[in-house]
């Protein structure tokens, strides 16, 4: 089992930044992906940004060039920085852990919402 924790949310205004964290306890050892996916209000839970234990990142085309995903695997802990927010990235942002990107028992954590005041 791997327990997932999300922080960081919060209220910015539109052309801040925000750093969502994600701190993974358990069976981390076993966890090779890890993913932020987002979920806005009426609408259906979207990948953001994903990444592999030594691999390249990879981000949705909406938030290319102002989001990062970064991992700290002493810490057992994923980071996504925001950038250049929009009221459209409005949503709770839910971290998500697997042995490998399309194999093994998915584990998520509550989720943080982010809401960005235009």
């Known amino acids: 089992q791997v327990q997932l924790v999300e922080s960081g949310g919060g209220l910015v205004q539109a052309g801040g930044s925000l750093r969502l964290s994600c701190a993974a306890s358990?069976?981390?050892?076993?966890?090779?992906?890890m993913a932020w996916y987002r979920q806005a209000p009426g609408k259906q839970r979207d990948l953001v940004a994903e990444?592999?234990?030594?691999?390249?990142?990879n981000y949705a085309d909406s938030v290319k060039g102002r989001c990062t995903i970064s991992r700290d695997n002493a810490k057992n802990t994923v980071y996504l920085q925001m950038n250049s927010l929009k009221p459209e990235d409005t949503a709770v942002y839910y971290c998500?852990?697997?042995?490998?990107?399309?194999?093994?028992?998915?584990?998520w954590g509550q989720g943080t919402p982010v809401t960005v005041s235009s």
């Open positions: 358990g069976n981390f050892f076993s966890i090779n992906y």
């Open positions: 998500k852990a697997r042995q490998l990107i399309n194999w093994g028992p998915e584990y």
């Open positions: 990444i592999t234990r030594g691999g390249t990142p």
